[in-house]
């Protein structure tokens, strides 16, 4: 392909996105989910260099994001399961306790 | 060899020490190692050295008397050229471009003073076995004693300014130890803390000196100044001498730093004889006479050793008229007689050799006095207050005799070692100045009316004894130091036979310089006999012929009230000194507390309330902490980009 620029500017819009969605969502799991955007918006930027270099280094590194994202995914549930066993609401403002 | 230059300084030029000499160290070991082994052995084995620590401790420091004597007896033998010698102990300091050596120089002026030192401290030792057979610590004041004696012969014998600071601070040292002995006593201990501190302010004055002595010549032996004391300008000689002469007050009690030595008297009166009276307060006129290649090209410092001299020998006197203590009047006494001899040091080469003979006749009659004085207090339960004495001479005999001797020395009675030797001192100061020579006549008439006093209270009258007094005279080993000293203060003079001391001085003070009293010779002493007489029929007339109340009337004479509060002495003191010094530590104390304490303090108050407000970012919203990561996120991209384009 000839230029890399659509595919950089589809990845920060995603990136946007999904920060947008971090910082404005109070779900917990909506929070998750534009995490996960952002992590995939960064991968196809990986493998769109990668394309552009012409070699795999992009490809292979898209691999352990994609691999990191899922262990992390494991974590996270767990940890937002729990919060929500004993508190029963999965809202990010009610975990406030740890302020001075 | 004993070398002169045209017409300057006598320089010190000494050979090295072989024969007799070369056991010059012993003379120091032997006290020095008595009083390692008796304060050390002392304290690990109190009870088997309480048997014997004292012999022990009289025993050495008669070993070092041996010694000088036989030291003595080889330098007469010797050419009057040849009798300077040096030993060299050991290197002591080698550092960058200071070389001091232990370096003992032996020529006459050391020799008469071992003799003293050794001499009459040896005396003053039996005479202690005696005095002090029942306090405890016997043998811990065997050893002060021992460590005092060491020091005071590392001090007169050294051959560099150095080796002579160390036996400086180790007398004052001692002196501090001794005053103190009776340590329960809290006036002691405060006499003790005051003699040492007045004295600090001497040493500063010496240790200045030193280091004046070390940057203009690069060293501070007496052979290599003495030999370049040319090379030096007038103000460097001035400022030497003016230095030393402050470290000299300070030793000896001169004006300004004289308020010591009465509170010394707490001290027992063996430490009074030896100490304040024969030996340490003549180390400041020691200096001096040692230092005569620097006074002798600063005519304006030795202006100020007379002037220091003559206020002090008046000073003193009129202190020891109205003391009813009388080891404190001694010590007025003793402040006087050592201004004498600073009166002769300042003279000149026309006065040193007399200084010095007045400092061995003082310290013949003076210890004979104040161990006399020991003898009546140990005789009347150790009270000191001459208005309890009265009428002694038939109860104390020998004390009595010995005493006279003494007395009869110090007013200059003719024929007597002081007769001789404060009649020199007065001769050469009117030949200098007739105001001095005035002012040094008026004080021995002074002198003769104290004295007369003295013995007027104490040995004659009626007795004024307290109930249960019942004076005995003093044991043998008491008794015989007295009567050598009192034989010695008789016919102390004959070192004056013929000129021999001026004669033996000369390789050190220089060749004796003819002096023309204004009135001759003869004169001036049948003038100071008939002061003295005056003296001492005032004396007799206002004290003898009255009754004596057993306390001190309090509506006396303004005179009389400044003699008994040492001539405001101590209140010139603490408005000068003491009340200036209070208020810079209350108010550093101040300054410590609020600017100091204040930066430290206040530095921490800041850093927590800082802190207070920059917690708050920590509100516990996972949202808000994503915002601060996004907002770094972009910090750094900004920066890779500004980098990147720049």
């Not at chain 2, 043998?139 to 004696?149: D, K, T």
């Not at chain 2, 100045?433 to 013995?455: D, E, H, K, S």
Request: charged letters at 15%.
């Amino acid at each position: 392909m000839d230029s890399v620029t659509p595919f950089i500017v589809l990845s920060s819009i995603l990136f946007t996105i999904g920060a947008v969605g971090v910082l404005t969502r109070r779900n917990a799991i909506v929070v998750f989910m534009c995490v996960e955007l952002m992590l995939n918006a960064s991968n196809l930027a990986l493998v769109a260099f990668a394309k552009q270099h012409g070699d795999l280094d992009g490809q292979i590194a898209a691999f352990f994001v994609m691999v990191v994202a899922a262990a992390e995914v494991v974590v996270g549930l767990a940890i937002i399961m729990t919060i929500f066993r004993t508190r029963r609401s999965a809202s990010v403002d009610d975990a406030s306790l740890l302020k001075y | 060899m004993f070398s002169m230059h045209e017409g300057a300084v006598p320089v010190v030029d000494p050979t090295t020490a072989d024969g007799i000499f070369s056991l010059a160290w012993l003379v120091i070991a032997l006290p020095a190692a008595g009083a390692a082994i008796l304060l050390i052995g002392g304290a690990i084995a109190p009870k088997k050295f309480a048997a014997f620590g004292h012999v022990l401790g009289t025993l050495l420091p008669i070993g070092s008397f041996v010694l000088s004597l036989a030291m003595f007896l080889s330098l007469l033998g010797r050419d009057e050229g040849d009798r300077q010698v040096v030993q060299h102990v050991y290197d002591w300091i080698d550092v960058g471009g200071l070389h001091a050596g232990m370096d003992l120089l032996y020529d006459p002026l050391t020799a008469l003073f071992l003799l003293l030192i050794t001499g009459v401290g040896s005396l003053i030792h039996v005479y202690s076995i005696g005095y002090m057979a029942h306090d405890p610590r016997r043998v811990r004041f065997f050893g002060y004693l021992n460590l005092f004696v060491a020091a005071m012969l590392t001090l007169v014998m050294s051959e560099n300014y150095l080796g002579l600071f160390l036996g400086w601070e180790g007398v004052g040292l001692a002196s501090y130890l001794l005053i103190g002995f009776w340590q329960h006593k809290h006036s002691a201990a405060a006499a003790a803390k005051k003699a040492f501190v007045i004295n600090r302010v001497g040493d500063m004055g010496l240790s200045a000196a030193i280091m004046l002595a070390f940057t203009t010549w690069g060293s501070t032996s007496f052979t290599v100044i003495s030999a370049n004391a040319d090379g030096a300008t007038e103000k460097t000689m001035t400022a030497l001498g003016l230095l030393l002469l402050l470290g000299a007050c300070g030793k000896s009690a001169q004006v300004p730093l004289q308020a010591w030595l009465l509170d010394a008297m707490e001290g027992p009166t063996p430490v009074s004889a030896l100490i304040h009276a024969a030996t340490m307060v003549t180390a400041g006129v020691y200096l001096i006479v040692r230092s005569n290649f620097v006074f002798d090209l600063a005519p304006d410092a030795r202006t100020g050793v007379i002037i220091v001299a003559t206020v002090t020998l008046l000073w003193g006197a009129v202190i020891g008229c109205a003391k009813d203590d009388i080891k404190k009047a001694l010590a007025g006494s003793t402040m006087s007689q050592i201004g004498y001899m600073m009166l002769g040091a300042g003279l000149g080469p026309a006065g040193y050799a007399f200084a010095i003979f007045h400092l061995l006749t003082h310290g013949f009659f003076k210890a004979n006095m104040f161990l006399g004085a020991g003898s009546v207090m140990h005789a009347m339960d150790d009270d000191v207050d001459m208005r309890h004495y009265g009428a002694l001479r038939t109860a104390l005999p020998v004390t009595f005799l010995t005493f006279s001797m003494g007395y009869l020395a110090i007013i200059g009675f003719p024929g007597f070692s002081g007769f001789w030797s404060k009649d020199k001192i007065i001769e050469v100061a009117l030949a200098e100045n007739w105001l001095v020579g005035l002012c040094a006549l008026l004080g021995a008439g002074i002198t003769g009316f104290y004295m007369t006093r003295l013995m007027l209270l104490t040995y004659f009258g009626e007795k004024r004894w307290a109930k249960d007094v019942h004076p005995h005279e003093s044991p043998a080993v008491m008794t015989i130091p007295l009567m050598v000293l009192a034989a010695l203060s008789v016919l102390g003079g004959l070192m004056l036979a013929g000129g021999w001391i001026q004669d033996f001085l000369s390789p050190v003070v220089g060749a004796e310089v003819e002096h023309d009293p204004p009135i001759p010779a003869l004169a001036v002493t049948g003038l100071a006999v008939l002061i003295v007489a005056i003296g001492v029929s005032v004396a007799i007339v206002f004290v003898g012929r009255r009754d004596v109340p057993r306390e001190a009337p309090q509506d006396v004479s303004f005179v009389t009230r400044a003699a008994r509060a040492d001539v405001y002495g101590d209140a010139i003191n603490d408005e000068l000194v003491v009340k200036p010094g209070k208020a810079l530590t209350s108010g550093l104390l101040v300054f410590d507390r609020s600017v100091v304490d204040g930066i430290f303090s206040g530095g921490a108050l800041t850093v927590g309330g800082v802190g207070a407000l920059v917690r708050r970012a920590q509100n516990g919203f996972v949202r808000s902490y994503a915002l601060s990561l996004l907002g770094g996120v972009l910090l750094v991209v900004l920066a890779l980009l500004a980098v990147n384009l720049a």
